[in-house]
């Protein structure tokens, strides 16, 4: 008799269950129980009874209840991109997976106008700002682009301060999964001829349709994390292609982020370089008059300078170039073979081209080889007759960022010089070297020097 009792009880809570199920799920959004449908017990029993909920059934769910349903996500990346976005103070209105949501509903809302109205309006911006950036590239329907009014008013050029506050005003189209744009990376080394460099970018820009990002802050070669997060999360929400150019040490962007950035950049003899730097600071340029303001240290000649042991001439600040290959580690910045080696793995495994200044025409030539959707064009820029044109500024600009009053080291104080800057100029060397061999083999002639 009890065992009856049992029966009769389990059977009874067995088909409140099942009402229960079937009432909330054609009332609600049926959520409540989706995480569980395919798991044990009355549930399951009751899904296969009255059908799994996912499909639309007209004789107990509406339309409306189904729009509202969202597909699954990966939440990993759904939170990794929740925080990539708050460093750069963005409000989640919408998320990564909306155009997925999109797809889901597109079936569902036939019934509801002003829903599809809304879709298509949305689909259709998306489509324009993709028209706008991606110049050159067939369309499904086998046509290029045609909107060559909305393409020549496309602004290429961006100016950023590094602060959240501007992050708007540069193209974020939000392509964080793009993993086929091309995201490149010149961080300059100081006083190699990238003032002069960075016009021709700027022509190439333009006519190439590719987004430059210039910083527009100076001497901060080394970056907080803080700065480093900022930077690397907002430039890998920029639509690519884009060329971002900065005076910054190398960032390792794979701890960040598993989206491909390299770099390039431009080097040159190292003695001539702190030469015209060393009296850039006192006289400037045809660009920058240093004359114009007070210069707060010893207006002395190079060979005083060292020949003294003068701070600004010491060992400490002849290792210059390294950091910018070798990274933010303190280590980085001081003397030794461990810089030097991190500087060449760095230069092997993330830098497309490292050229020479003393080369600028063949590294321009190897540029436009390894990066043509980038730098196509750029040999026949550097020949235009039209040099002193305001069509190509590239000869009045570097003829203008000549260092003033740069006076030659004597052999004494050069002897000094390759002495302490001995790694520099192992560097500078494997550079070169690297730099002949690929010009061998893109098949582009030797340089006169």
Known sequence: MASKKI??????????????????????????????TEARGVVALGKRIFGSGNEPNNNNIDSSSLVSRKPKVDWKEYWRHLDERKIMGFQEKNNIFEKDEEVATQDVTVNNPVKNNALKVKEELVQQNKKATLTGITFPDGNKPTEKKALSKKKW???????????????????WQNELGQRIIFNRVGKCGSRSVLDVFKHLAKQNHYNMINSIVYNQTRISEEKKNLIVSVLLKVDPPFLFQRHMYYVDFSKFSSSSVKY?????????????????????????????????????????????????????????IIPFFCGHSPQCRLPGRTPLEMAKLNVERDFIVVGVLEELDDTF??????????????????????????????????????????EVPSD??????????????????????????????????????
């Not at 029966?7 to 995480?35: E, H, M, N, P, Q």
Request: glycine share 6%; net charge positive; aromatic share 16%.
């Open 7 to 36: 029966f009769f009880a389990l059977f009874f809570v067995t088909f409140v269950l099942i009402i229960c199920y079937v009432y909330l799920d054609s009332k609600t959004t049926g959520t409540i129980f989706r995480g569980h």
């Open 157 to 175: 050029l961006y100016d950023w301060n590094e602060t959240k506050d501007m992050v708007d005003s540069l193209p974020l189209y939000g392509n």
């Open 264 to 320: 390039i950049n431009i080097i040159r003899d190292p003695i001539e370089r702190f030469t015209s730097q060393y009296y850039f600071k006192r006289f400037g340029d045809g660009k920058n008059d240093q004359s114009q303001r007070q210069f707060k240290g010893f207006l002395q000649t190079i060979n005083e300078c060292v020949l003294k042991n003068r701070p600004e001439c010491g060992t400490k600040k002849l290792q210059y």
């Open 365 to 406: 030539a190897v540029l436009e080889k390894m990066l043509p959707r980038f730098f196509t064009g750029a040999v026949e820029y550097l020949r235009s007759p039209d040099t002193s044109s305001a069509g190509n500024t590239f000869a009045r600009n570097r003829s203008a960022t000549v260092t003033k009053h740069k």
């Open 412 to 449: 004494e104080v050069r002897t000094i010089l390759l002495k302490q800057m001995s790694l520099e100029y192992e560097f500078y060397y494997y550079i070169k070297d690297r730099f002949q061999k690929l010009k061998i083999q893109l098949g582009i002639g030797d340089s006169k020097q």
